[in-house]
Nanobody, 116 residues
Framework: QVQLVESGGGLVQAGGSLRLACAAS????????MGWYRQAPGKQRELVAR???????NYADSVKGRFTISRDNAKNAVYLQMNSLKPEDTAIYYC??????????WGQGTQVTVSS
């Protein structure tokens, strides 16, 4: 019943910025963590950034210092501010909401393309 909708993807020049947003709706009580994952062509899905309900964050080494994740618990929303984008950031970005191992939800994905 939980649905996640991402927005904010697009095409940007290297060095530019994008802000991704994800809102969860449906039968929601509490979300332990929300995060962003990405999958580039020919690669496996990887964690980009994650934030727990208490505000603890985790970032992939490749995006540390460039990306910032934030969360609005009341709105069940998560955001990803992406600065200093590089061509290697090009991927489909997926929003994730984690309740437990049995309740793990994903958005449809939003394309981020960074040109050289």
């Amino acid at each position: 019943q939980v649905q996640l909708v991402e927005s904010g993807g697009g095409l940007v020049q290297a060095g530019g910025s994008l802000r991704l947003a994800c809102a969860a709706s449906g039968r929601i009580f509490s979300i332990y963590a929300m995060g962003w994952y990405r999958q580039a062509p020919g690669k496996q899905r990887e964690l980009v950034a994650r934030i727990t309900v208490s505000g603890n964050t985790n970032y992939a080494d490749s995006v540390k210092g460039r990306f910032t994740i934030s969360r609005d618990n009341a709105k069940n929303a998560v955001y990803l501010q992406m600065n200093s984008l590089k061509p290697e950031d090009t991927a489909i970005y997926y929003c994730n909401a984690y309740f437990s191992d049995l309740h793990d939800y994903w958005g449809q994905g939003t394309q981020v393309t960074v040109s050289s």
